[in-house]
């Protein structure tokens, strides 16, 4: 059964960083495109960043280019998000999502992804 477990999240200052892991089980990680999505409260969920399969084609949300960074470890079927310089507006649930696909393919739209983690919270407040 293909299941994505997101971690990572938690309670940090603007200014601070984390790194959100998300663990696939169930099926090989190489073969599927990668989407950090995120919802804050009252707002639809919005994409973050999304890697392809191979690794080699990235893409980020405005908002996050230069504080963000999205990488995968395909030998330990899992990806991370690296975050830093966190704002109060990074507030939300952070979900990681997968979608077969060619090996170099790279897309962020929330409709495109199938199977999705149940989501890690992260706070960012003083």
């Known amino acids: 059964q293909l299941q994505l477990v997101e971690s990572g999240g938690g309670l940090v200052q603007p200014g601070g960083s984390l790194r959100l892991s998300c663990a696939a089980s169930?099926?090989?990680?190489?073969?599927?495109?990668i989407g950090w999505f995120r919802q804050a409260p009252g707002k639809e969920r919005e994409g973050v960043s999304c890697?392809?399969?191979?690794?080699?084609?990235?893409n980020y949300a405005d908002s996050v280019k230069g504080r963000f960074t999205i990488s995968r470890d395909n030998a330990k079927n899992t990806v991370y998000l690296q975050m830093n310089s966190l704002k109060p507006e990074d507030t939300a649930v952070y979900y990681c999502?997968?979608?077969?696909?060619?090996?170099?393919?790279?897309?962020?739209?929330?409709?495109?992804?199938?199977?999705w983690g149940r989501g890690t919270q992260v706070a960012v407040s003083s």
């Open positions: 890697i392809s399969g191979s690794g080699s084609s990235t």
């Open positions: 169930g099926f090989t990680l190489d073969s599927y495109a």
């Open positions: 999502a997968a979608e077969k696909a060619h090996y170099t393919r790279v897309f962020c739209g929330l409709h495109e992804y199938h199977y």
